[in-house]
């Protein structure tokens, strides 16, 4: 369902002369004389990426007969459905009763608002900024519709709101039940992992390679975390085989159902191409993910240190990643597990607010501005989240294709490291656009 954004404000304020202008189009019928509109006109409105349905309404006013009232009556209907209200008031001139009155009605449709302030080119009447602010309206905006000012500002505080609109979805999709699959080589104490989380047996176990061929799933909880979780069949060399690559083939069904992989290492082997192999698997279908070192209880001479090390050398996707040292055998190692798991769990799903963003963005180009390509200075002027699980944002620039690999990975690290999304594989896309916020 597309979301909706619907214009109000009494008569001659220059609600019609707004949605013209957002459309490019002289698409509804503009003039000095009051209640010229009276029909709901809608059209979809593309801003960047994102799209949403656009009404303009007649003006709201005291009704003096029955075919006002039906105009009043059907302008709040269409309010009442909106994700998004934007309330023109004339900049200019003083604030009335009809406007108190107009508040007032939208405030009680509990809705998302703008306070938009038209006709300000020239002299700006500041009590009314003042009075809103009193009755508490903060997100107030001055503009020109006739002018074309402050318009691609409006746009991006309306795209703002449409990108926090889907919070209801996001948070739906938290609530879903969370999947996990052991993932890892053959024989590196998958299934006894498996069977010491649901603390029953229920995966075969033993020192024969391959001992596990079809994913095994079960429903179980660590302390207060319920999740559903797959053993899956070991990764091999041997592959080429029928069986292996049958069973290869259901364990990569099982990384794409699952949100959270435990990624198993076997401490004597660690090093081998194969681990990296199915680390870069893992990273490369965007899923969350948690190492295990297992097996520490057959190797008393490894050092945690240079194993860690080590280990992020052959894997630099994953440095941020959390690595426990376990032994499932003798149980060792899982006490801080259902923690980790939690935290994963939530950083994947997190919703990290738009200004909160382009303040981080702001201190980058304040401190670390892209360099400089073909002689384009490059600049970063908007950021925003499009997704969730794995986290996924959009940059907008001047000169996207002008950005370096180096300068993006930068961006990357330095978004995961000032807002803890430790361990995740986060996409950002670069897009080309204008700056709203100067000229040129």
């Not at 019928?29 to 979809?44: A, E, S, Y």
Request: glycine letters at 4%; hydrophobic letters at 35%; one cysteine or more.
């Amino acid at each position: 369902m597309s979301t909706k954004v619907v214009i109000l404000g009494k008569p001659n304020v220059g609600k019609s002369s707004l949605f013209n202008v957002f459309l490019k189009k002289n698409i509804a019928i503009v003039h000095d004389l009051p209640g010229l509109t009276r029909d709901i006109r809608k059209k979809k409105l593309k801003l960047w990426d994102k799209e949403c349905e656009l009404f303009d309404t007649p003006g709201l006013k005291d009704a003096g007969n029955d075919l006002e009232k039906d105009i009043i009556k059907s302008t709040l209907h269409y309010a009442n459905y909106a994700d998004l209200i934007i309330l023109v008031f004339d900049g200019k001139s003083e604030l009335t009763g009809l406007d108190l009155d107009i508040m007032q009605t939208v405030r009680k449709l509990n809705k998302k608002i703008l306070i938009v302030l038209n006709k300000t080119e020239g002299i700006v009447n500041e009590n009314i900024k003042v009075i809103l602010q009193k009755k508490g309206f903060g997100n107030i905006i001055l503009i020109s519709a006739s002018h074309n000012q402050n318009i691609d500002q409006l746009k991006w505080l309306i795209y703002e709101c449409l990108e926090d609109s889907g919070t209801n979805k996001i948070e739906q999709e938290n609530h879903e039940k969370l999947s996990i699959a052991i993932i890892g080589k053959t024989n590196t104490g998958k299934s006894t992992i498996f069977n010491l989380i649901n603390n029953k047996n229920i995966s075969l176990t033993g020192s024969e390679p391959n001992l596990t061929r079809d994913a095994v799933e079960s429903n179980t909880n660590l302390k207060d975390v319920n999740f559903k979780i797959f053993d899956t069949a070991g990764f091999s060399n041997k592959n080429k085989e029928k069986v292996n690559k049958l069973s290869t083939d259901q364990t990569l069904k099982k990384i794409r159902l699952s949100k959270l992989i435990l990624m198993i290492f076997d401490i004597n082997n660690y090093y081998e191409k194969i681990n990296s192999k199915i680390v870069r698997l893992i990273y490369n279908e965007n899923r969350c993910m948690i190492i295990l070192v297992n097996k520490i209880d057959t190797n008393k001479e490894f050092s945690r240190e240079q194993t860690l090390k080590h280990i992020k050398e052959l894997n630099p996707q994953i440095r941020d990643v959390p690595i426990l040292f376990t032994s499932a055998k003798k149980n060792i190692g899982f006490n801080d597990l259902d923690l980790i798991i939690k935290k994963q769990i939530q950083i994947w799903g997190k919703k990290i607010k738009t200004n909160e963003l382009n303040k981080w963005l702001n201190f980058i180009m304040k401190e670390n501005p892209p360099p400089l390509k073909s002689g384009n200075i490059v600049k970063l002027k908007y950021i925003s989240q499009i997704k969730v699980s794995p986290p996924k944002f959009n940059i907008f620039s001047n000169y996207p294709n002008s950005l370096t690999d180096h300068y993006k990975r930068f961006l990357s690290n330095k978004l995961k490291k000032d807002f803890k999304l430790s361990g995740l594989p986060i996409k950002i896309l670069f897009k080309k656009t204008n700056n709203p916020y100067e000229k040129g």
